[in-house]
């Protein structure tokens, strides 16, 4: 494996184990809020964390950012648990939750209003708004801004007692209405919420504003870089107060966690955000959070996608710092570059057609041998049973050839891969024309493997399965879920199109699910074998759907890409 291609990341991290900083320790985490399923976003994040703290010889946490109720359930803090393993990372002893440290965030709370940095606001939140100014105009000071000490801890003990109804107060830092950056204008700290937490229960009644707990969280767990998306930059000036603020007040040593943002990934013909995905769930566009056209990890992982292709996804598209889109085609490749090594081939015929051996002898069968990977031959062969009747793809008959055509029509010759030789004689069809059975004979002497398999030169070669001894099973064609690189977009070139929305982007071909002819081996598939069919793709037997003995098929992605021109 290549060494990790140098970025801004490796870059700052390098240079803070030259100037000692931290005395050579990098401690970095990922920090789902689990208020939903991760997605493929989460991945890069994922990769590029761990990944760091793998390669530095340092610690990766896994922290659940729990502190906004309403939305968080057990059921995505074990999703989220599940699909960070599955990547193949793993926390060791590091797994955290941030309502633990409700307690010492309050603690924090109170210390800034000891020391005249935070001040309990009663302004509604609509006035606040107002006076927080814009971009061009300064922001007032709040008239509860010149609240004594004692006042403002008499107050905030209350809003933590019950004693006031939810929007009654919030908590403020106390910094510069004036400051070109809105986010430092006295931003939030703690707001009062009725709510029951999934884990402390209803020991709460307010909670810290997201603002406040990251950076904490980042110190109480010794956190060195703290890397988050771009649209936390402006953030950044909060957390460095913040942090400098409790330092002073002892709660934390120096140096403090560095906060550094990275682009977010987007991809095209994908919507990453947890509002849309919910969306496409509840309105039933999809199958479920596991649906494997949905670009969560548990979908990603019945799709067939692999953790290695996510992290050569992940090692290959790097970091940056500016916003850009990455095409969905890139992440397919690398799926295809795992797949192409890790999975063993095998021979599925999705759209058959009956092709009948007229001189090969009645009720016989032989074995033909077909190599599990032509790129492992230490993978070995394996038997497959050859007979007088057997499936072929519709596609590879036509009565009357298209030009360049080299596959079987009357009078052709074509091989059976690892089987014969044969010639087509003709075919049969039903009263409204269509072709029910190709016809042909078969050269005796040409069988793969045995010296005769060259005395005949034919250009085209199809795959089959035996009739007699095929395993039919149901097969899940997936494609993209949406059909336009930018779901929701407004066409260019059509102005008036404001009304567009994602949906209206789905693709309708997204799922196809078919009955197709496999060969018998595949009928013992445990759920999550992956195989390429040759000539069609990258499957994989499915994790929910298949029983002991008959596995269903998904489509991972096939074999070129069709989308890219
Ligand atoms: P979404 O915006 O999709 O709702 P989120 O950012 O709210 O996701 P969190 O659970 O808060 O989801 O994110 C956990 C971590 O994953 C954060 O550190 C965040 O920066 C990172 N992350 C989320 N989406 C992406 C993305 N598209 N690309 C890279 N990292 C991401
Ligand atoms: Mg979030
Ligand atoms: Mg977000």
Redesign the pocket.
């Known amino acids: 494996i290549a060494p990790p291609a140098s970025n801004f990341i490796r870059n700052l991290i390098d240079e803070d184990n030259r100037s000692g900083k931290w005395g050579g320790r990098v401690e970095t985490r990922?920090?789902?809020?689990?208020?939903?399923y991760?997605?493929?976003?989460?991945a890069?994040?994922?990769c590029?964390?761990f990944g760091l703290a793998q390669s530095y010889g340092g610690a990766c946490h896994l922290r659940f950012?729990d502190t906004n109720p309403e939305k968080e359930e057990q059921e995505y803090v074990d999703s989220i648990i599940e699909a960070v393993h599955w990547l193949g990372f793993d926390w060791g002893e590091h797994l955290y939750f941030a309502s633990d440290y409700f307690d010492r965030m309050y603690a924090c709370a109170e210390y800034l209003i000891s020391s005249g940095r935070a001040y309990v606001e009663s302004l509604s939140a609509e006035e606040m708004r107002a006076y927080r100014g814009t971009l061009t105009e300064a922001g007032r000071e709040s008239p509860y801004r010149s609240r004594s000490v004692d006042e403002n801890l008499d107050l905030f003990r209350r809003m933590r007692a019950g004693e006031f109804h939810d929007g009654a107060h919030v908590l403020r830092a106390k910094i510069d209405m004036a400051s070109p950056n809105l986010n430092l204008r006295d931003p939030a700290i703690y707001r009062i919420r009725r709510a029951t937490h999934h884990r402390t229960g209803d020991a709460w009644c307010i909670y810290p504003m997201y603002t406040f707990a990251h950076p904490i969280e980042d110190a109480i767990e010794g956190i060195t870089h703290s890397?988050?998306?771009l649209e936390?930059e402006d953030q950044r000036p909060f957390y460095d107060w913040l942090l400098d603020a409790l330092a002073t007040g002892g709660f934390f040593p120096r140096p403090l966690p560095q906060q550094i943002e990275?682009?977010?990934?987007?991809l095209t013909y994908v919507v990453?955000?947890?509002?849309k995905?919910i969306q496409l769930v509840d309105e039933h566009h999809v199958d479920g959070w596991d649906d494997p056209r949905l670009p969560t990890l548990a979908g990603a992982r019945r799709r067939g996608f692999t953790a290695a292709g996510f992290r050569l996804f992940a090692e290959r598209i790097g970091v940056t710092k500016s916003d850009t889109w990455i095409d969905l085609s890139v992440l397919e490749e690398c799926m295809r570059e795992d797949l192409n090594l890790a999975a063993e081939r095998r021979v599925a015929v999705l759209d058959p057609l009956k092709l009948v051996i007229t001189n090969y002898p009645a009720g016989h069968s032989e074995q033909c041998e077909a190599p599990n990977h032509p790129l492992k031959p230490e993978l070995g062969k394996r038997a497959m049973p050859f007979s007088g009747e057997l499936w072929i793809e519709r596609e590879d008959f036509m009565e009357t050839p298209a030009k360049g055509f080299h596959r079987l029509y009357p009078g052709n010759m074509a091989r059976l891969r690892y089987g014969y030789v044969v010639r087509c004689t003709g075919c049969e069809k039903d009263a409204d024309g269509n072709v029910t059975a190709v016809l042909c004979e078969y050269l005796p002497d040409t069988k793969s493997g045995t010296p005769g398999a060259d005395s005949v030169k034919v250009k085209g070669n199809l795959h089959w399965v035996s009739v007699a001894h095929a395993y039919e099973a149901q097969v899940r064609l997936y494609d993209r879920l949406f059909a336009h690189p930018y779901p929701g977009n407004r066409r260019e070139g059509d102005p008036e199109d404001f009304e567009r929305s994602y949906i209206d982007d789905l693709n309708d071909t997204s799922k196809l699910t078919i009955r197709a002819q496999l060969e018998p081996a595949l009928a013992n598939a445990r759920p999550e074998d992956h195989f390429q069919f040759e000539r069609h793709g990258y499957f994989v037997a499915d994790r929910i759907d298949s029983t002991a003995g008959a596995p269903v098929f998904n489509r991972t992605v096939t074999l070129k890409d069709s989308w890219s021109k």
Do not use: Q, V
């Open positions: 990922f920090p789902p809020e689990p208020n939903g991760l997605h493929y976003g989460h890069k994040s994922i590029l964390n950012d890397l988050c998306t936390f990275f682009a977010r990934l987007n990453l955000s947890k509002r995905l």
